[in-house]
């Protein structure tokens, strides 16, 4: 079975770093890994925070802008997300988003970045 795998979440003080990454499973070149979105407590809509193509041409939410970055591995089908000078508003749940076979959209399980003050 295809899927998302992501890792590297955690608790952070404000100002650190962390790094996440996306990887696919299974058939893992059949899913282009696009997209990292976030969804913080008690908001029900997934925030975009950053997207990159195949060309590694990238775009980020204004609130993120010149502290994280996206990555990608094309040899590993991996993306990652290097943050920066995190803030508490920063703590969500972050999913990373592909799509595959016949636009088939994939998410990940979500993995958690706390961001204490």
């Known amino acids: 079975q295809v899927q998302l795998v992501e890792s590297g979440g955690g608790l952070v003080q404000a100002g650190g770093s962390l790094r996440l990454s996306c990887a696919a499973s299974g058939s893992i070149f059949s899913i282009d890994i696009k997209r990292w979105y976030r969804q913080a407590p008690g908001k029900q809509q997934r925030e975009l925070v950053a997207s990159i193509t195949s060309d590694g041409i990238t775009n980020y939410a204004d609130s993120v802008k010149g502290r994280f970055t996206i990555s990608r591995d094309n040899a590993k089908n991996t993306v990652y997300l290097q943050m920066n000078s995190l803030r508490p508003e920063d703590s969500a749940v972050y999913y990373c988003?592909?799509?595959?076979?016949?636009?088939?959209?994939?998410w990940g399980q979500g993995t958690q970045v706390t961001v204490s003050s």
């Open positions: 988003y592909g799509v595959g076979v016949f636009s088939r959209s994939y």
